[in-house]
């Protein structure tokens, strides 16, 4: 027994006993209708037999699904700043989270195809509960955070979460993804929780924080949809917080939002990868001597670095220009482009609300407002 069984992912010796306990599942054949729409199931059951390793599936199964997903619901991924990183070192890739699923898979295809160190990702448990979700995130590197547990069992598990992606940074050579907040941006605001960089020093030791999270090599992500497709789906919560109404989740709702970011258009989507968060540690640990102040001050840089790289598609100036009802940015789409977006929000929500209108524009218009406010304020 290992201290991380109940978080891990798989071994590579696990690999093809746990696949074949799925592969005649009804969700497996779905998702192989999908990936590879024209081959028989008997061709895949017999390819599943010599799968032998994550990078195997990865490899021969999952890039493919990923890139079906492109081909099929968005017209193309762009990338940024991946240059920069070296192709045999590993990094903890903290990103901003619009999607359950992709916004990790599409950076794990960027690194695949760049011949980059692939992630361990993170992923709620609470996502994971039906067995075929959970042998499968596994089978793709997805090491489970637990939620929902009380004060002390919280505490237990934060620390052991830490020391694995300790572990798989130091010792095993793997990069890791984590997203910069539990749980989805619902309203375009993305923002670094302090607990989430609380977590990942709890396994610092003696080490200084700024010092252990430069031997982390945090690299901030920004990954940007042209569409959100689960734009619609988030507003629910929204609205309900408005109101001061405690959200209560549907039976299925993230099963529902997992398929709606699959299948749903997203249009173009762009990653971009930071620099190494290095110099700005310096001089934090220069500058601030009180720990939380530290982790609020990283918090900040990650904001920064996130936000300012955001890639920002028609969609954003436009719902800007419908929010406040001007054409400040009317140089920067058609009307073409305008006319589908006005479409799109007639569709997806029911127009003749004020409130309803006024946040879904808001999801759309606030990278566009948080980015104004970093130019305008430079230093921080």
């Not at 969609?315 to 920067?332: P, R, V």
Request: glycine letters at 4%.
């Amino acid at each position: 027994m290992s201290k991380f069984d109940e978080i891990r992912y798989f071994n590579d010796q696990e690999v093809n006993e746990r696949l074949q306990s799925i592969a005649r599942d009804p969700m497996m054949k779905a998702f192989m209708n999908f990936t590879f729409p024209d081959t028989d199931e008997q061709v895949w059951l017999e390819q599943f037999k010599n799968i032998h390793s994550i990078s195997d599936f990865q490899h021969q199964f999952v890039a493919y699904a990923v890139r079906q997903i492109l081909a099929k619901s968005s017209d193309g991924l762009t990338t940024s700043g991946f240059d920069k990183l070296d192709k045999n070192t590993p990094y903890l890739f903290i990103s901003n989270h619009r999607d359950i699923v992709l916004d990790t898979s599409l950076l794990n295809l960027v690194l695949l195809e760049g011949g980059y160190v692939m992630t361990a990702s993170a992923i709620g448990d609470n996502l994971v509960r039906k067995k075929f979700l959970n042998v499968l995130a596994k089978l793709n590197r997805n090491f489970l955070v637990q939620r929902g547990l009380p004060l002390r069992e919280q505490l237990t598990s934060s620390q052991t979460m830490s020391e694995y992606i300790k572990e798989q940074l130091s010792q095993e050579n793997r990069s890791v993804w984590i997203a910069q907040r539990e749980g989805r941006t619902k309203n375009g605001n993305d923002s670094t929780q302090q607990g989430v960089l609380k977590m990942l020093a709890m396994a610092s030791g003696d080490q200084s924080l700024t010092d252990y999270f430069k031997t982390l090599k945090i690299v901030p992500v920004s990954i940007s949809y042209e569409y959100d497709p689960t734009d619609s789906l988030k507003m629910p919560q929204l609205l309900a917080q408005h109101r001061d109404e405690e959200y209560i989740k549907g039976k299925n709702e993230d099963f529902t939002n997992i398929i709606s970011g699959i299948l749903g258009q997203k249009k173009r989507i762009h990653i971009h990868a930071g620099e190494v968060l290095d110099r700005e540690l310096n001089e934090i640990a220069a500058t601030i001597d009180n720990k939380n102040k530290q982790l609020q001050a990283i918090a900040q840089v990650i904001d920064r670095s996130i936000i300012s790289n955001y890639k920002l598609w028609p969609t954003k100036y436009i719902a800007y220009d419908l929010l406040h009802n001007t054409h400040t940015y009317a140089s920067e789409y058609t009307e073409q482009e305008k006319q589908l977006f006005a479409r799109r929000l007639e569709m997806r929500i029911d127009p003749s609300d004020p409130v309803s209108k006024e946040y879904f524009l808001a999801m759309y218009a606030n990278p566009l407002v948080n980015k104004l406010k970093i130019q305008e304020n430079p230093e921080g």
